[in-house]
């Protein structure tokens, strides 16, 4: 990640990867949404779960996805989309915005094998209820979404091999968070990277 991500001055791997308490995370987001208040409310059967990416290698003919961290599944995850290749094929053209619709559902899980070491997981939550933010003042400007405060949800934060100064850095974390939170809210690592990136 810190290769794809931690881009500055075209210079790469000087970002940071943060670890955060994934329970505790999962309870923020729960607390802050009114359960069952509107339409598009969580309600109490609604999950919010994390999906890990499948990477797809696309220099064989045959298409094959990678999951890492859950290589028991790869064989029917696999076989599924062989599965699904063959009815997809059938399909006429007024059936295909139906078609796209469903599979646009599900695209944001699977990525190209060349990011396969970011061993990306991805948050899926069913409903529509946090507010749309706009931010013009970036360099790009964006929209995002707030899901709750994670400062206190942080496990361990991890500085790039690359990052200037990473002693410095490391000292500001420890003080803010010395200042800021008890001894169960602070981070219980916070390391400085030597490995080399690819």
């Not at 290749?85 to 190209?112: H, P, Q, W």
Request: proline letters at 3%; hydrophobic letters at 35%.
């Amino acid at each position: 990640m810190w290769r794809f991500y931690g881009k500055e001055a075209n210079e790469e791997a000087k970002g940071c990867a943060i670890t955060i308490r994934m329970s505790e995370f999962v309870d923020g987001i729960n607390d802050s949404l009114k359960k069952g208040s509107s339409e598009k409310s969580l309600t109490d059967s609604d999950d919010i779960k994390f999906y890990r990416v499948a990477y797809w290698n696309h220099d064989k003919q045959i298409v094959h996805f990678h999951i890492p961290n859950a290589e028991h599944k790869e064989e029917e995850l696999n076989q599924l989309m062989e599965e699904l290749k063959s009815k997809v094929t059938g399909y006429r053209n007024e059936d295909k915005s139906v078609l796209e619709k469903y599979l646009n559902a599900i695209a944001f899980l699977f990525k190209s094998d060349a990011y396969k070491n970011e061993n990306e997981i991805r948050l899926v939550i069913k409903v529509v209820e946090f507010e749309k933010k706009f931010d013009e003042r970036a360099t790009t400007p964006k929209v995002y979404i707030e899901l709750v405060n994670i400062r206190g949800l942080i496990e361990q934060i991890t500085l790039g091999p690359k990052v200037d100064k990473p002693d410095e850095w490391a000292s500001a974390f420890h003080f803010q968070y010395d200042n800021e939170y008890d001894v169960n809210k602070k981070p219980k690592k916070i390391l400085i990277s030597r490995l080399p990136y690819k």
